[in-house]
């Protein structure tokens, strides 16, 4: 079964410019989620999609940052206009269902450096 | 408020020698803890979690209610078990994660 696809795996941009990363679930995975990993922390939660909708949004500095998931399939997330503190990991995952019982399938990460 | 602490960045043991990779949560309720593992040049993936009870690549881990603390084990390090570890809580189905520890096994 094909993991978690995400594009680019790096990125290179300058502070007020703007950037888009992409993400394909498993085939199936209902819920869809975007963390972001700041060097020498955890992964922390932007943004969690059931399907098409959001279940979760409380993280997602929203006035720079957006997502969408409009067939419930694929996803973007982008940030416009990017900051300097916005350098990072971006993960994307998927699981079949919300739930303690359903796994995260982890993608390999998008690393984007903002200078 | 909910948190996972991972009090050591780094550990650093011998071939053979035990490990274990401390991990403290705090949290109102009945947790649903994990520890995920990122090999290198690998994804992140789900090591084991405590509902299971299972071991895994002979790790284990305990829920310690009292003590509030996860922590994983292993009696006897292998080289491969090199890898960034970090622990994680289930809080409204979503994952609250601690800062990671990086294990070096040296041989």
């Known amino acids: 079964e094909a993991g978690v696809a995400q594009s680019p795996r790096y990125k290179i941009i300058e502070k007020r410019q703007s950037v888009a990363f992409w993400c394909n679930p498993i085939?199936?995975?209902?819920?869809l989620y975007w963390y972001q990993q700041i060097l020498g922390q955890g992964p922390k939660l932007l943004i969690q999609?059931?399907?098409?909708?959001?279940?979760?949004d409380s993280q997602l500095p929203k006035d720079r940052f957006s997502a969408e998931r409009l067939k419930g399939v694929d996803s973007t997330l982008k940030i416009q206009p990017a900051k300097l503190e916005d350098s990072a990991v971006y993960l994307c995952a998927s699981s079949f269902a919300v739930g303690v019982n359903y796994e995260q399938y982890f993608g390999p990460g998008t690393r984007l450096t903002v200078t | 408020a909910q948190r996972v602490t991972q009090p050591e960045k780094l550990l650093s043991v011998f071939k053979g020698a035990p490990v274990e990779l401390k991990c403290n949560y705090s949290y109102s309720g009945s947790p649903e803890l994990f520890w995920y593992v990122q090999y290198s040049r690998q994804r992140l993936q789900l090591l084991l979690r405590?509902?299971?009870?299972?071991s895994i690549k002979g790790f284990t881990a305990d829920l310690n209610k009292g003590e509030t603390s996860f922590h994983l084990k292993k009696p006897f390090a292998q080289e491969e078990d090199s890898a960034m570890y970090y622990c994680a809580l289930s809080s409204n189905y979503q994952l609250i994660w601690g800062a990671g520890t990086k294990l070096i096994i040296k041989p």
């Open positions: 405590h509902i299971s009870r299972e």
């Open positions: 999609f059931q399907n098409n909708g959001v279940v979760d």
């Open positions: 085939s199936g995975h209902a819920t």
